[in-house]
């Protein structure tokens, strides 16, 4: 028709990007939620969105910030919402805002971190959160997935940061295949479907893995009471509005240090992230695995 693209660049994927921009109709935005600690768009440190942000802009979305502790209420204009991680409890009133934005067929990416209590940079246990995700069936278990098979050491990282190179049949991960993810810092999940949900598996670490409920002590040892593995880091879940194409639309991560700009970059990081977007926005058309930005 009259629509016009401008490529920036003569690489393949903003030729391809700018073409599906062209094709596509509609504005995307994608709103993050900000005041209770969570990652920022802003920032340019290891832990910050902001090369999630330059991704999410090249994939045809605007990015803008959301306060819920100034105003619990989702703009109209947030295709997605996303939930990076909040180190501090919300107030009620902000995890009813999310749960009602959801429940009447909005489409949220959220992100919880384990309670972890021993470091400089506490976790709180964020019930109020913590409620909303379990009435739609996922449980974000109070815990830490420590990956014992070493093959983190390949990649320099430690058993902090469990790998994941199996993934199940969703939308989101169906072309991953063998493409490894990182999830730094990650609690695990349990899923079920509810009233009105149905949840999806998305992916689960290696069966050479554990989940301690020690989150007090910065030296831990496997007990026979912990949770061996696989388990579960990954869900997707749709709730039915009972609305015609009106239904919401959810995806729950154990970690979300995995999203930071340093760990954006490893393996399938990106391609994981953009499409839980792609699938949040109702574009499984995009979702793909992407070529592969020369690091010269």
């Known amino acids: 028709g009259n ?21 596509k109709g509609g504005e995307r935005t994608a709103c993050f939620v900000l005041g209770s600690g969570e990652h920022s768009l ?51 009133p902000e995890a009813d805002a999310i749960k009602n934005y959801v429940e009447n067929g909005g489409r949220a990416l959220i992100m919880v971190d384990p309670p972890l209590k021993f470091s400089r940079e506490q976790t709180d246990e964020n019930q109020p959160l913590a409620n909303v995700l379990a009435s739609w069936g996922v449980t974000a278990d109070k815990d830490l997935v420590l990956d014992t098979s070493g093959i983190g050491e390949l990649f320099q990282m430690g058993p902090e940061v469990p790998l994941v190179s199996g993934y199940e049949d969703h939308a989101i991960v169906r072309d991953m295949k063998d493409t490894p993810t990182g999830f730094p810092i990650a609690r695990s999940l349990e899923i079920k479907n509810g009233d009105k949900t149905t949840v999806s598996k998305l992916f689960e670490t290696t069966a050479n893995s554990f989940a301690t409920t020690n989150l007090a002590s910065p030296e831990i040892k496997q007990t026979p009471a912990d949770k061996k593995g696989p388990l579960v880091l990954g869900a997707a879940g749709t709730y039915n509005t009972g ?7 959810f995806v729950v ?25 792609s699938w949040l926005s109702s574009d499984e058309d995009l979702i793909s695995i992407r070529p592969k930005e020369p690091s010269d």
């Open 3 to 23: 629509k016009r693209q401008e490529a920036k660049t003569l690489s393949e994927e903003e030729i391809t990007g700018a073409m599906v921009r062209a094709l």
């Open 42 to 92: 802003s920032d340019s440190d290891r832990m910050g969105y902001s090369a999630a942000k330059d991704d999410l802009e090249k994939n045809n979305y605007k990015t803008q910030t959301v306060k819920l502790l100034e105003k619990p209420e989702i703009p109209k204009e947030c295709t997605v919402l996303v939930v990076g991680g909040p180190k501090h409890d919300y107030i009620q």
């Open 243 to 249: 609305k015609e194409n009106g239904n919401g639309r």
């Open 253 to 277: 991560v154990g970690s979300s240090s995995w999203m930071g700009n340093s760990f954006l970059r490893f393996n399938g990081n990106r391609d994981l992230f953009l499409n839980m977007m």
